[in-house]
């Protein structure tokens, strides 16, 4: 990863963090504009919280004066776009070692600007060790919190705002995480945090949770018996010598004591009877590391047992460990995941977090910030700027890569609008956005990664090319390029990095990037034209079909939606002829489709159900700019609206590829209702309502849409979705199962994909589905 790998300049980034790589004004990123602090000082990590705001560019679009004109003869752009800069919020945390925290403090104290606090909300036992350093250096007041309401804060935080927080952990298995679907309502749960010793804590609600249990048996007590055992002082070397060693040298095992006999008692014979039983017997010495695992193996199944009596005995199924004893660490995982399973029956489910390290952290900022209502907004992890789980680069040395699990840099954006579930799913806790699972699909992983490498110059391109004025705009793509062709060879080595690796999180983190080196919408200009010239052909196209008997434009109608939807600069076979051919256009894009039969073909029954009564509203998922939106999609809501149908057409709040954005759309419709009296009268009457999603991504996840789409949702009493387009029907929500009709529609642009799928490129999906009764 760039996190990992980036030469820095000058040796301050040598000396201030062993376990990041980067300068320190890359570690601790706009640091100049930093607001509030949190701080979480545990016994060797330190992990810091800021907030602060980022200034980035974002693309406008606005519309120019066409009163008077003849719109199908005005050749000039619909509407003009501008670059502005826009300030936005983000949440910052850091991790590293205790050792540099005076050398940490000293880059922070000389790089605060702007911050609103004298107050720094700390937390975790170095509070008190640290507090009289903290103020001298930052002259802030240090102000402790209670160290479990801000580990509850903290992992309530982290399960609501990041999808694939939360993960089980299977040893050998391919992948070994496996990843949870975040649920819309992520109470009751069991919090054990393992550190010197165990605290066990039902949470209940948002403010409600309670101390049910512990241990003094812990993350203290392994790392004292194993310095007495090994002499060797230090927690993660400890860790290290048990990741070697063999504990049925030192365990006394079920098959010691009774033998072949042990199947007549349904036992496994190589269950633990007794841990360090051998050792009062045997006549020799043991080695460190079989000590080492041995005394993991006691503490971890001592915990893990523990932990499933209190689940069984409050009714919990779900049990999240944290604190520093974890750690991501493999063998500690494992043998909890092991004890919970052998102890419930597999009715209690062991789960671990993604970013364990930043609760406390991010509680403490949570507490400090609470007179802005933190919690009113949805927050999402920016892939640029985060490191990944086991994210320690290859060519660092082993002792560094053994440190398996820790994170060094999170970051979190704001927001603008609340995301909620889509009201229609039939089962939000069992819905997937993600057809197909990367992690998982190791043939499906290289393709789609080399895919995305093999693309990347191009993107570079169009990087550049939107930008002509700018002077830095090919250095600022280059670093782009670099960073994007990072973390790709990060997911190669560490699918898992990020959650569940999949065709939309490689396409996101690619946004991610791009918005990092000031590109937030490379195809800006190519969706003015492309706009442009698609609104002087829809009267035609238009008048075309009204000129077809009823069943015969249908058929055209559903065509046009699939032509349309040909027009993806995402996909290279599209983009290649695109390039080579300008004039290739909306017929020449209906010659391309594959004749019917359909690869998937569910139009017969959509046609008869056409013929019944009409739908009561129907939300459109719309995709791409230009002819998709304007010849194919406009010409089908129209024919919605003379049917009776409500519509609410739904497009990206932000931009991504060509994708048409809320704001664009705005304007696109306000120049068809100019010509068309059908979307004109339906826009003044509300029949027609335009609404943006809450995702600037080219697929789409419906269980996080924006709440105002929702509440209209639930209003007009939505019975039919329609999806279209490969990114957010195909690569997302093929599955998803819906409580009304839905309509998937898409061409398959990718030559690879279509093989999969058993047909030609250009292979048509037309799914239409009806919920069972």
Known sequence: ??????????SSGDTLVKSITLPPDEVFRNL???????????????????????????????????????????HEPPYEVSVQEEITARLHFVKFENTYIE???????????????KVLLATGGGAYKFKDLIEEKLQLTVDKEDVMTCLIKGCNFVLKNIPNEAFAYQKDAEPEFRF????????????????SGVSIVKVETEDQFEWIGGSSIGGGTFWGLGALLTKTKKFDELLHLASKGQHANVDMLVQ??????????????NLIASS???????????????????????????????ACLYARLHGLDRVYFGGFFIRGHPVTMHTITYSINFFSKGEVQALFLRHEGYLGAIGAFLKGAEQDNPNQYSWGENYAGSSGLMSTSPELCLTQRARSGTFDLLEMDRLERPLVNLPLLLDPSSYVPDTVDLTDDALARKYWLTCFEEALDGVVKRAVASQPESVDAAERARKFRQKYWSKLQTLRHQPFAYG???????????EHCLNEFSFPDPYSKVKQKENGIALRCFQCVVRALDALGWEERQLALAKGLLAGNVFDWGAKAVSDVLESDPQFGFEEAKRKLQERPWLVDSYSKWLQRLKGPPHKCALIFADNSGIDLILGVFPFVRELLLRGTEVILACNSGPALNDV????????AERIAAMDPIIHSALQEERLLLVQTGSSSPCLDLSRLDKGLAVLVRERGADLVVIEGMGRAVHTNYHAALCCESLKLAVVKNAWLAERLGGPLFSVIFKYEVPAE
């Open 1 to 10: 990863m760039a996190e990992c790998g980036a030469s820095g300049g000058g």
């Open 32 to 74: 100049e504009n930093a607001k509030r602090f949190a701080i979480d000082i545990g016994g060797s990590l330190t992990k810091l919280a800021y907030y602060s705001t980022v200034q980035h560019k974002v693309a406008k679009v606005r519309s120019f004066d066409h009163s008077g004109k003849d719109t199908e003869q005005d």
């Open 103 to 117: 050398a940490c403090l000293d880059f922070i104290r000389d790089h605060l600007v702007n911050t609103e606090t």
């Open 180 to 195: 949870q679907t975040n649920h819309a309502n992520i109470f009751p749960y069991l919090l054990v945090n393992v550190g």
């Open 256 to 269: 010691d004591i009774y033998g072949g006999a042990h199947q007549t008692l349904g036992l496994s014979g």
């Open 276 to 306: 360090f039983g051998k050792s009062a017997t045997a006549d020799r010495e043991f080695s460190k590391e079989d000590m080492a695992k041995s005394l993991l193996h006691m503490i971890s199944n001592d915990i893990g047992q523990l």
């Open 500 to 510: 569940t690796l999949t065709v939309r999180s490689l396409l996101d983190t690619r």
């Open 661 to 668: 954005t809320y704001s664009e759309s705005l304007i696109v």
